[in-house]
Structures are given as C-alpha cells and as structure tokens.
C-alpha cells in the first residue's frame, strides 16, 4: 500500500494518461498538466490530432508520447496501458476523459449506438483503470479521475444512451474508489452541468455557451485534486454554468 498522504504536491515528473486529450476537455486538462511538469500520453482516434497535440505540450518542456486508439475496440485500453508502461516505465495520474453523446430519443436509438456509448463513456473507463492500478498502487500520487456529467444522476430528454452510460460511469467509478483505497489510490469524479466545447456546441446547438464552464475551468478543478493532498477526500464535484441558479 502507499500512503496517499505521502507527497508534498509536487507533481513533476510525474506521469499522466490522458484519454480524449485532442480537443475540448481533455486538450485543456493535458495542457495544464503539461505545465505542471508532468510527463503525458495522450489518446485520441486522430494521428493527426495527436501530432498537433505533441507538438504544443513538448513546448512545456515535458515528455509526450501519442497513443492512437480507439476506445470502442475492448482491446485498446490494455494496450494503451501497455505503451505507457512501456515508454515512460510508471503512471501516476489515469483522467478518463473521452466521450460520445449522440442526441437522439430513446426510441430512434439504435443497438449500436447504444453500445457504443457505453464501449466508450462506461467500457473504457472500466478497463483502463483495471489495467492501470497495478501500476499506480506503486506510485505515491495515485489518482484516477473521471470526467462524468451531471446526467449520471439525472435523466435528460433525447439523451437517453449518454445518461445511460453516465450513470453506469458513476455507478462503477463508486465501487473502484472503495476498492483501491486501501491501495492509496484517490479515485475522483467530475460532473460538469454543461461545458463549452465543440461537442456540446454540435450536439445541442439550442443551447448558449456564454455562461457555461469552459475547458480550462475543467483543468484548474483536476490540478486542485492532484494537488490537494490533505486528510479531507473529495469524492465528486458537480460543476454548474454560472447563470444556473443552485441546486437546480
């Protein structure tokens, strides 16, 4: 066991996995990460985005090693793992980031695009961390984050197999945090209400992005967990746009 506890903050040199890491959330989190100190693999489907991605974190003056892959294939988290292990020799810090939303009634939803979701938003989560806590129990900063949404505790119209998939994410990410504690692994969930991305821009074009969280206020919450190592645990954090009365 390691002692979560047994580390001062200092997150340089240490090593993250950053999945979904070309645009969007995951770009913002990687970038933060990178400017930090810490040395990342990041995934995405692109090559072309991952080049792009490499090129801008390297600035930072950390190690960055590109992993094409795509989560749907139940193949691909334990090779992701593997090239991590491989390349960088530890990991420190999982953020399950990707994700699909495909908006569509439940009734105009199709097998596949059911299983999809849960391949990638649920799946994948699912087995990236079984891969990963071997390794991270050897680390003395530990932590696994996943990138949820609100809808994992609510039901919304017309998103019937990504509230489906959230829910299952939550459900999963609980049991693991209870499982590896005593293995001194911390084991986060982040539910943002809505973020201005790309892919909310595209799926829900009614809505206004103007007073929604952006990707970095997503990254500034990631680098307070991995840097907030005091006795208090924080198991979630719900995120909400600024013009959205609380508790609504």
Known sequence: MTDRNNSNGNLKGKVALVTGASRGIGYAIATALAQNGINIAINSRSVEDLERVTKDLSSYGVKVLACPADLSDPQAPAELIEDVIAHFGQLDILINNAGIAIPKALMDTSAEEWD?????????????????????????????????????????????????????????????????????????????????????????????????????????????????????????????????????
């Open 116 to 248: 999809r979701h849960m391949a990638i938003n649920a799946r994948a989560p699912f087995l990236l961390s079984r891969e990963a806590v071997p390794h991270l129990k050897k680390s003395n900063h530990a932590t696994i984050i996943n990138i949820s949404s609100v809808v994992g505790t609510k039901g919304y119209i017309n998103q019937g197999a990504y509230t489906a998939s959230k829910h299952a994410l939550v459900g999963m990410t609980k049991v693991l945090a209870q499982e590896v504690f005593d293995d001194g692994i911390r084991v986060h969930i982040i539910a943002p209400g809505g973020v201005a991305t790309e892919m909310v821009a595209s799926t829900r074009p009614d809505l206004n992005l103007s007073d929604m969280p952006t990707p970095s206020d997503i990254a500034e919450i990631v680098m307070f967990l991995l840097t907030h190592r005091g006795n208090a645990v924080i198991d979630e954090i719900n995120v909400r746009r600024s013009g959205k009365i609380p508790w609504k």
